[in-house]
Nanobody, 123 residues
């Protein structure tokens, strides 16, 4: 069992930055690939970024490439999402998720989810 707790969301002006954190419980964090997903009101949950177990491989949805950076610290059981040059269309609830062994873009393939943190970008 893995429990995930996100933090770091908030209200920011367009062009600003936020850093999301996701703290995981348990001693098996390094066996899980991690992903960040987001869900805007009235829309389906969508993939934003993912990182491999060791952190040496990352992937992003095209709309955030060059602006968002996913990273992890296995010693701290934490995954991060650095978000720069934020746009109003980035407004959503952001969720972190854990998937055993390998990262994926599909939400339903992930095993554990956090409760989400709200990110609001004003224009």
């Amino acid at each position: 069992q893995v429990q995930l707790v996100e933090s770091g969301g908030g209200l920011v002006q367009a062009g600003g930055s936020l850093r999301l954190s996701c703290a995981a419980s348990g001693r098996t964090f390094s066996t899980y690939a991690m992903g960040w997903f987001r869900q805007a009101p009235g829309k389906e949950r969508e993939f934003a970024a993912a990182i491999s177990r060791s952190g040496d491989s990352t992937r992003y949805v095209d709309s955030v490439k060059g602006r968002f950076t996913i990273s992890r610290d296995n010693a701290k059981n934490t995954v991060y999402l650095q978000m720069n040059s934020l746009k109003p269309e980035d407004t959503a609830v952001y969720y972190c998720a854990a998937r055993f062994l390998f990262p994926d873009n599909l939400p339903y393939s992930y095993d554990y989810w956090g409760q989400g943190t709200q990110v609001t970008v004003s224009s």
